[in-house]
């Protein structure tokens, strides 16, 4: 069964394993532009836009953007290649007008069982993008659902087009979510409407998501893109170290208790005192020249 039928039927995903956190690392190397050319992949697109905004474009429009092994194979190496990469500030993550990624592809996993599927750790590569530093913005149009899905919460935050969906829907093939798709969208909604969504299979649109919180904010769809970007080039005008630290100080708040969250932020917060550039900027009324460091 293909993705596009699936999504027609609102279903779809697959058996995969679960996400660990990791720390920050503070060496930000720059990594070879060979790494990210176009011409490397073959299910993703790659391209600079802005102050330092990398794009990547999922690229298997036929199968509606399923999440095959290649795809996520090409995904991960892209946004490694970016995390090296001292130009870049920020990764937008899109798909297509009608498909940010309608799945998991069911026909590449159909034949596999459960010892296939624990043996070989199925999509464990996806656990590498959450210890991307540098943050990443899904850009939805269309379908994300089931692996689609839970790939855009695992980006930092979603900007959709108003013709998005979301929706887990493994119910309907016999499984459940597995790239952390009970733990994000319970944590995003709350229990009691993450619950009907996983048991029921229902969709969720744009201005629904956005009402939740799921959502940072909706346009018209020939506007995602370029919204994206912005958002891209005002996280890129700041102290690429200070982003990593926020970012991981925010992701604790999902990760551990409060008082464990409110601990790790302080530590965090103590670190940006190693440099007062933004601070003494404010003072003598200047515009902050950041460093890595």
């Known amino acids: 069964m293909f993705a596009t039928q699936i999504a027609r039927r609102g279903f779809t995903s ?43 474009t999922l690229n298997r429009p ?8 290649q795809l996520l194979d090409e995904l991960v190496h892209a946004l490694e290649a970016y995390q090296k990469d001292d130009s870049v500030a920020a990764v937008v993550i899109t798909g ?31 656990d590498r993008i959450q210890s991307i530093q540098k943050p990443i913005i899904a850009a939805v149009n269309g379908y994300a659902l089931g692996g689609g899905f839970e790939l855009a919460m695992i980006c930092d935050m979603i900007i959709a087009g108003e013709n998005a969906k979301f929706g887990q829907p493994e119910i309907r093939l016999g499984t459940i979510p597995g790239i952390g798709g ?22 969720m649109d744009a201005k629904t998501a956005q009402a939740y919180g799921l959502v940072t904010r909706v346009v018209p ?8 970007i912005e958002i891209g080039n005002k996280i890129a005008a700041h102290s690429k170290l200070t982003i990593a630290i926020a ?10 208790s409060l008082r ?12 940006t005192f190693s440099t007062k550039i933004g601070m003494k900027a404010f003072v003598e009324k200047a515009k902050p020249a950041w460093t890595n460091s």
């Open 62 to 69: 036929k199968a509606l953007n399923a999440l095959c092994n």
């Open 247 to 256: 970012k991981q100080a925010v992701n604790q708040a999902f990760e551990t």
């Open 260 to 271: 464990e969250g409110v601990l790790v932020e302080r530590n965090l917060f103590y670190s």
């Open 182 to 203: 009970t733990q994000r969208l319970t944590r995003a909604l709350g229990k009691s409407k993450a619950m009907e969504m996983i048991l029921t299979g229902d969709q």
């Open 14 to 56: 697959g058996f995969r394993a679960p996400l660990r956190v990791k720390h920050i690392n503070h060496d930000v190397r720059r990594m070879s532009t060979a790494a990210t050319s176009p011409s490397t992949y073959q299910t993703i697109l790659t391209e600079t836009k802005g102050s330092g905004v990398a794009v990547i």
């Open 221 to 228: 769809e020939a506007e995602l893109l370029d919204a994206a």
């Open 96 to 126: 297509s007008n009608k498909a940010f990624a309608a799945g998991a592809d069911i026909k590449e996993m159909a034949e596999l069982t459960f010892r296939d599927t624990f043996t070989q750790q199925l999509f464990a590569n996806t």
